[in-house]
């Protein structure tokens, strides 16, 4: 079996949480890495579209956006004010 294929990809359960949270801010530096509160809020809003990726149990990818009516995929899109449940295009 190839690697690709013993990938496991799902939704991020919310007691994945905190995994994920460290995942992501290794992704960024500080000052552009999200807040603990604003990366819950985000999931709560739109846990649909946070996404996960495993091997053999381990974490090693996630993917997570919003709905928002920006046209546009900034950062601006994903916060309080960006965000909206109905909006017709995706930011992640």
């Given at each position: 079996?190839?690697?690709?294929s013993?990938?496991?990809l799902r939704p991020?359960?919310?007691?994945?949480?905190d995994?994920a949270?460290r995942?992501e801010?290794l992704?960024?530096?500080p000052?552009a890495?999200?807040?603990?509160?604003a990366?819950?809020?985000?999931?709560?809003?739109f846990?649909?579209?946070?996404?996960?990726?495993?091997i053999?149990?381990k974490l090693?990818?996630?993917?997570?956006g919003?709905?928002t009516?920006s046209?546009t995929?900034g950062?601006?899109?994903k916060?309080?004010?960006?965000a909206?449940d109905?909006?017709i295009?995706f930011?992640?």
């Amino acid at each position: 079996m190839s690697e690709l294929s013993a990938i496991e990809l799902r939704p991020i359960r919310e007691e994945e949480l905190d995994a994920a949270y460290r995942l992501e801010r290794l992704c960024y530096p500080p000052e552009a890495a999200a807040t603990t509160e604003a990366f819950r809020y985000r999931y709560r809003r739109f846990g649909a579209y946070f996404w996960s990726a495993w091997i053999g149990g381990k974490l090693v990818g996630i993917a997570n956006g919003v709905r928002t009516n920006s046209p546009t995929c900034g950062d601006e899109a994903k916060g309080v004010q960006g965000a909206d449940d109905d909006g017709i295009h995706f930011a992640c």
